[in-house]
């Protein structure tokens, strides 16, 4: 992919500390409130449970390592078949967000996509505008979340 600011590379197993901490940053404000004593825990074993769901549900995705500055701020992970992609997951360090690092690598794999989908949680109002000024639109809805593509057959 070229992008203008951010880099992009794969991810490898030397990257695993800072997916993790990635996931944690993401999480926290979930639980505010919740004792640190508890909070670890339990985002260490949500990390490992949404870590096995993506790989059962996703065995071909493709991790990748989103850098400014040459430092690790985010990750994307895509199902790709052909030219359709799944985008399983987007995130960027709490402290890197609202930068445009996120929608200037979703306008690339967009760009670069044929067809492309994603899930997002119905109640993630802020993701949602992300993902639908890309384009994507909601197709159906179970269970609180949305699935999303580019191209909706009418």
Same mark, same amino acid.
């Given at each position: ?22 996931? &944690? ?13 508890? &909070?670890?825990?339990? &985002? ?28 690790? /701020? ?64 909601? /197709? ?11 191209? /909706?057959?009418?």
């Amino acid at each position: 992919m070229a992008l203008l600011t951010a880099g992009l590379r794969a991810a490898t197993p030397a990257d695993d500390p800072f997916l993790r901490h990635l996931f &944690l940053d993401s999480r926290r404000a979930e639980f505010t409130g919740l004792p640190e004593s508890q &909070l670890d825990p339990l &985002l260490a074993m949500q990390y490992r449970a949404h870590a096995a769901d993506r790989r059962a549900r996703h065995p071909r995705a493709e991790t990748f390592v989103i850098t400014s500055a040459d430092e690790p /701020v985010g990750s994307v992970t895509v199902d790709r078949d052909g030219g359709r992609m799944h985008l399983v997951d987007i995130a960027v360090l709490s402290a890197h967000r609202g930068r445009g690092i996120a929608s200037e690598v979703l306008g690339e794999l967009v760009r670069t996509t044929e067809h492309a989908t994603l899930t997002v949680w119905r109640l993630n109002t802020g993701a949602r505008r992300l993902y639908e000024r890309f384009g994507f639109q909601v /197709v159906s809805e179970q269970f609180g979340y949305l699935l999303m593509a580019t191209e /909706v057959d009418g």
